[in-house]
């Protein structure tokens, strides 16, 4: 298991890590209130794959996500109900699109942010938790995560 998240509690992104947000047509005008657009989105196998694994080996995986509102919180569930029951309603951490997520994360220094938005990401690396980016297809792998020092994978594979 890579060092970087060993003994460590895994906070998981949804959207561009394991839900393909940015595949859907027009996703940024329908995501708010679309009903079930949360729910319709495809998985990124690989990396969806790659938690699973994590889990399995006994690491221990919550999930972090963003929702603009109950809707989407109720979508975001049943995606995960289907997708990845392993993680427990318990461990689902879902927050508002303006909110911090190094704020939901308890004491970052036992913690790992893994998410595509660099801005997510900073905050946790600043202030002494570990950060990985995940680099996709709409993404650059040299973007304002590397001005901070922030290692990036192109897929959770790298890190089982
Ligand atoms: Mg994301």
Known sequence: MNDLIKGKTLFVDMDG???????EPNCVERFASEPLFFLGLQPIVHNLRAVRELIAQG????????????????????????????VEREDR????????????MGDLGKCVLIDDYSGN??????????????????DKEIGTHTKYGIPYVKSLIQLV
């Open 93 to 104: 951490v879902i927050v508002r699109n303006s909110d911090s997520k190094a704020e939901y």
């Open 121 to 138: 990401l900073i905050p946790v690396a600043l202030n002494g938790g570990t950060a990985i980016k995940v680099v996709n297809d709409y």
């Open 59 to 86: 690491q221990k995986v919550k999930i972090l996500s963003a929702s603009p509102n109950e809707n989407a919180d109720r979508d975001k569930h049943l995606w995960l109900d289907f997708y990845l029951p392993q």
């Open 17 to 23: 890590v394991i839900a393909n947000f940015e595949r």
